[in-house]
């Protein structure tokens, strides 16, 4: 079981994946690279939104 996100994490990553949906990948590494570029956030955040993304591209792969 992993860990629990907060309604904030989700509710930005949301908002990126709708106005960006063609620039994440399944990539963690790229996401992290791609939010350093895009958000103004710490660290632990900005690695908490890079792994929801990650998670959700690859749910939507699947599909």
Known sequence: MGRVKS?????TTRKLL???PDIFTADFEKN???LTKILET???TK?????Y?????K?????
Do not use: P, Y
Request: aromatic share 0%; charged share 45%; proline share 0%.
């Open 7 to 11: 309604l904030a994490v989700k509710r």
């Open 18 to 20: 709708e106005e960006h």
């Open 32 to 34: 992290k690279q791609i």
């Open 42 to 44: 710490d660290k632990r």
């Open 47 to 51: 690695n908490s939104i890079a792994g």
């Open 53 to 57: 993304i990650t998670r959700l591209v």
């Open 59 to 63: 749910k939507e792969k699947q599909k």
